[in-house]
């Protein structure tokens, strides 16, 4: 079965910290995985994809197929941070399929 | 196009009501979502459609829900004798396929509360 596990409900870091949000998936396949953000009153939105391999907003996300993990990380936590984080977990194979999501993660960034 | 919108943003109804959500998604997008997520919870999957053809319904959508999408750009999802564990916020999403970007683009939600 698929599944997205974020062990962490809450999070709380100082200002100028670092920052890991842990995610672990269930997948038999190649997984295609997504960090997605909810800012206070905010919709969701997609903050990184792992197949881009990008850096967005400092965050980066790397995937280990051993350990079936996909943790978010950021060297340094700004206050404009503190936002609830969901990892996720595209459901098929061909793309554009519903996503898996874990229960979230609220990061709380100190000043 | 402002993005994907939800009316009515808010819906109070008594147990044993209909209720009806409608989706306007991004304009040019072929995929619709809908979700549906609790407290403490991640959004779950309930249902998709490309264009108006509904793809997968999930197990959590029992036969009082129903969707549809008739000329495949809004949407709309019924609950049919809303119980008080229908409570949650609905969500929609919609993406456009054969782009390679899988990006999902999610509305603000429907927060119903069934008392």
């Known amino acids: 079965a698929q599944r997205v596990t974020q062990p962490e409900k809450l999070l709380s870091v100082f200002k100028g910290a670092p920052v890991e949000l842990k995610c672990n998936y269930s997948?038999?396949?190649?997984?295609?995985l997504f960090w997605y953000v909810q800012y206070s009153r905010q919709r969701l939105q997609l903050l990184l994809r792992?197949?881009s391999r990008e850096s967005i907003k400092g965050f980066t996300a790397d995937l280990n197929k051993g350990e079936t993990s996909f943790h978010l990380k950021k060297p340094f936590a700004q206050e404009e941070d503190s936002a609830m984080y969901y990892c996720?977990?595209?459901?098929?194979?061909?793309?554009?399929?519903?996503?898996?999501f874990g229960k979230g993660t609220r990061l709380s960034v100190i000043a | 196009d402002t993005g994907v919108s939800q009316n009515p943003r808010h819906k109070i109804t008594k147990r044993g009501q209909n209720v009806t959500f409608r989706c306007d998604p991004i304009?040019?997008?072929?995929?619709l979502y809908w979700y549906r997520q609790t407290l403490g919870q991640g959004p779950e999957f309930l249902t998709y459609?490309?264009?108006?053809?509904?793809?997968?319904k999930s197990r959590l959508l029992s036969d009082r829900f129903s969707a549809e999408r008739p000329k495949g750009s809004f949407s709309t999802l019924e609950i049919q004798r809303t119980e008080q564990g229908d409570s949650a916020m609905y969500l929609c999403?919609?993406?456009?396929?054969?782009?390679?970007?899988?990006?999902?683009?999610f509305g603000p939600g429907t927060r119903l509360t069934v008392t």
């Open positions: 999403a919609s993406s456009l396929s054969g782009t390679g970007s899988y990006e999902q683009y």
């Open positions: 997948y038999s396949g190649s997984p295609e």
């Open positions: 792992h197949i």
């Open positions: 996720a977990l595209m459901s098929g194979r061909s793309g554009n399929t519903p996503l898996v």
């Open positions: 304009s040019e997008h072929n995929r």
């Open positions: 459609f490309q264009n108006e053809a509904q793809l997968e």
